[in-house]
Every structure is written in structure tokens, then in C-alpha cells.
């Protein structure tokens, strides 16, 4: 089975910075790519979303302004790079690939195992 890769992941301070980053497949080169965040105890959310032509972008609303969603086709990767983090911010961060971007994590239906991010105060 094939499966994305995060990799990143780690423990800032508030106000710090991290970048996040999904090591995508070849097979998926043509595939949108999402990111989503499960916070402790809740639900998965939407963080961000990338076209496959890199030229359109979703955010959530509660990390827009702070966090930037890019790729680079030709070494297979997708960044989520994340500026002035706060504890709200804590989560394991997933990437995943789909054939259209969205918002909807039903979208994607390949996925990688996750990375964990934590924000101390």
C-alpha cells in the first residue's frame, strides 16, 4: 500500500516556527494534497490545501496569515511551513493526496501516518 510521509514535526515555543514536510509518491504527482490536524481530543480538522499545479491554495481560516502551503513536484514534496505557532496550534499533522483539492478530508483517500506537533507556551 502505498502512503505518504510526514516528517517535521517537533516542539516549538509560541511564536516560533516549523516546517512541515510530505514526501508524496510519484504515483501522486498529479494529486492535490491536503493538510489536516487532530488537536487532543478533537475531531480532525482542515489546515491547508494545495493544488497539483501549485497555483491554488485553501487555508483554514484559523491558520491563515501564519501558515504557507507549497510544493516542489520535482523532488516529490509538499511543505507546510508554520510561522508564530501557538499552543492552539498542538496536533498530530497528516498530508494527504487526492485527485481535486478540498476541503473535506473525504477527498483524500491516500494518507500518511502523521507527525506530532507540540507548542509550548
Known amino acids: 500500500q502505498v502512503r505518504l510521509g510526514e516528517s517535521g514535526g517537533g516542539l516549538a515555543q509560541a511564536g516560533g516556527s516549523l516546517r512541515l514536510s510530505c514526501t508524496v509518491p510519484?504515483?501522486?504527482?498529479?494529486?492535490?494534497v491536503g493538510w489536516f490536524r487532530r488537536r487532543p481530543g478533537q475531531e480532525r480538522e482542515f489546515v491547508s490545501a494545495i493544488n497539483s499545479g501549485g497555483d491554488d491554495t485553501y487555508y483554514a481560516d484559523s491558520v491563515k496569515g501564519r501558515f504557507t502551503i507549497s510544493r516542489e513536484d520535482r523532488k516529490n514534496m509538499v511543505y507546510l511551513q508554520m510561522n508564530n505557532l501557538s499552543p492552539e496550534d498542538t496536533a498530530v499533522y497528516y498530508c494527504?493526496?487526492?485527485?481535486?483539492?478540498?476541503?473535506?478530508?473525504?477527498?483524500?483517500?491516500?494518507w500518511g501516518q502523521g507527525t506530532q506537533v507540540t507548542v509550548s507556551s
Open positions: 494527504a493526496a487526492g485527485p481535486r483539492i478540498g476541503v473535506r478530508g473525504d477527498l483524500y483517500p491516500y
Open positions: 510519484g504515483a501522486f504527482s498529479g494529486y492535490a
